[in-house]
């Protein structure tokens, strides 16, 4: 962890992807538990012919999952809302994540894992008859972007052409991988020199990212799209430090006017916790340097990890 100078952002150097070991990332598969590189799944689930499946992805963090109830309590929502059923109950399906956290013997790790329909029977195409599989794994936890990237923030661009899919056509809230807008649209965010885009609805209002929500301060008030997104588990803990901080912070609208014209704006996902946005379209953010709220935000963040806040300790022997 190290600081660029007096209150600047404290960013997490040994999170670079020079010092991950992905020998060590374990999966389970199929009642089994084997090396990451060697997990395989049928080419005939839906999961993968139909984007048929959900997931869920935490951090471990000095040895403990972060906001593990959080995490279990989001991907029962989406099992129940995508009529998925891994015919284990949450306990059985922690003691997997746990025993693959485990066998990698990683005290900071990314731990995966996703329930998807299965196979059809052979020569059938009916959903409602498959056996759902469920599957995790557990790698080093590697930094959403470089340390460098971290330093100097996020050139995002609103996608001009790509609208996010409709929420009444795929619930968002319901974590899925049905990623063909944020993939068209990050193809040509980075065709026009972005790093990153951010997608609006189709009432124009500002929604999420490739696998990040998006966070402004306008107005002196820290600003989170309410609707249209992934209920980000990152973004509930910002907006929670952020009372904590003394700063006003809601769910609401956030229109591409706020976001362009934000006093400081950040994305958040799990891979990062909080990543600093210093360019949107051709506005230049807070001086093009990480805000002082994001700073502040990530270093508590960092803090409040370190001293166990949220974090349930995992039994390594
Ligand atoms: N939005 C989308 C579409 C995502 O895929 C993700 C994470 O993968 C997020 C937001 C951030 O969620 P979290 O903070 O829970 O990782």
């Known amino acids: 962890?190290?600081?660029?100078?007096?209150?600047?952002?404290?960013?997490?150097?040994?999170?670079?992807?020079?010092?991950?070991?992905?020998?060590?990332?374990?999966?389970?598969?199929?009642?089994?538990f084997v090396p990451l590189l060697d997990a395989r799944i049928s080419v005939r689930d839906f999961g993968l012919t139909h984007a048929d499946q959900t997931y869920d992805v935490l951090h471990v963090w000095n040895?403990?999952?972060?906001?593990?109830?959080?995490?279990?309590?989001?991907?029962?929502?989406?099992?129940?809302?995508?009529?998925?059923?891994?015919?284990?109950?949450?306990?059985?399906?922690?003691?997997?994540?746990?025993?693959?956290?485990?066998?990698?013997?990683?005290?900071?790790?990314?731990?995966?894992?996703?329930?998807?329909?299965?196979?059809?029977?052979?020569?059938?195409?009916?959903?409602?008859?498959?056996?759902?599989?469920?599957?995790?794994?557990?790698?080093?936890?590697?930094?959403?972007?470089?340390?460098?990237?971290?330093?100097?923030?996020?050139?995002?661009?609103?996608?001009?052409?790509?609208?996010?899919?409709?929420?009444?056509s795929l619930n968002p809230r319901w974590k899925n991988v049905h990623w063909g807008d944020f993939t068209r649209a990050l193809f040509d965010a980075k065709d026009a020199g972005f790093d990153s885009t951010v997608l609006l609805d189709h009432a124009g209002n500002v929604t999420e990212g490739p696998g990040f929500n998006v966070l402004a301060v306008v107005r002196g008030e820290l600003v989170a799209p309410a609707e249209g997104v992934l209920e980000g588990i990152s973004a509930l803990t910002m907006m929670e430090l952020a009372t904590e901080l003394g700063l006003p912070a809601r769910f609401g609208v956030l229109s591409p006017e706020d976001l362009r014209n934000a006093d400081e704006a950040f994305i958040t996902s799990t891979s990062c916790g909080l990543f600093p946005i210093t360019r949107v379209d051709d506005r230049i953010l807070s001086n093009g340097a990480p805000g002082p709220l994001s700073v502040r935000l990530l270093n508590t963040y960092y803090q409040r990890k370190n001293d166990g806040w949220h974090i349930t300790p995992i039994r390594y022997e």
């Open 1 to 32: 962890m190290q600081r660029n100078g007096p209150g600047e952002l404290m960013v997490p150097d040994f999170l670079g992807p020079e010092h991950a070991d992905f020998s060590r990332a374990i999966a389970y598969v199929d009642g089994e």
């Open 63 to 168: 040895g403990g999952f972060f906001r593990l109830d959080d995490h279990m309590n989001r991907f029962a929502r989406s099992l129940a809302g995508m009529r998925l059923d891994p015919g284990l109950s949450r306990a059985q399906q922690v003691a997997i994540l746990e025993e693959c956290v485990r066998r990698t013997g990683l005290r900071y790790a990314l731990v995966y894992w996703a329930c998807t329909r299965g196979a059809p029977p052979l020569g059938g195409r009916d959903p409602t008859v498959c056996r759902n599989t469920f599957l995790c794994y557990a790698q080093p936890l590697v930094l959403r972007g470089s340390p460098e990237q971290m330093r100097r923030g996020l050139a995002v661009q609103i996608s001009p052409t790509v609208r996010r899919i409709p929420s009444d």
